[in-house]
């Protein structure tokens, strides 16, 4: 059974920073490609970062680019987004999700598993 599990999101003023983890299980995580998206309330889950297995080349929205980074760890079968510089139309829930067969990594059927969010919020 495919697990993954967000961890990391809270409460933060505009122009901190967050790390969020998840923590993956019951897939052979090396081999899958990475992403986070987000949701904010009344708004579609869109895309903000992935990595893929092969090359570890990472993916950015535009939103967010230069300010937020994405990476793994085979070893603790772990992706993690770095956000630094936060602002309130951050504020979301954060989902990370794995895509298995190597899709189009911008979109949110690409990916065949999704873990349960974290919340972050960015107060002005």
């Known amino acids: 059974q495919v697990q993954l599990v967000e961890s990391g999101g809270g409460l933060v003023q505009a122009g901190g920073s967050l790390r969020l983890s998840c923590a993956a299980s019951?897939?052979?995580?090396?081999?899958?490609?990475m992403g986070w998206f987000r949701q904010a309330p009344g708004k579609e889950r869109e895309f903000v970062a992935a990595?893929?297995?092969?090359?570890?080349?990472?993916y950015y929205a535009d939103s967010v680019k230069g300010r937020f980074t994405i990476s793994r760890d085979n070893a603790k079968n772990t992706v993690y987004l770095q956000m630094n510089s936060l602002k309130p139309e951050d504020t979301a829930i954060y989902y990370c999700?794995?895509?298995?067969?190597?899709?189009?990594?911008?979109?949110?059927?690409?990916?065949?598993?999704w873990g349960q969010g974290t919340q972050v919020t960015v107060s002005s």
């Open positions: 999700a794995a895509d298995l067969h190597y899709g189009v990594l911008i979109v949110t059927n690409a990916y065949d598993y």
């Open positions: 019951g897939l052979t995580f090396s081999s899958a490609n």
């Open positions: 990595i893929k297995w092969s090359d570890g080349v990472t």
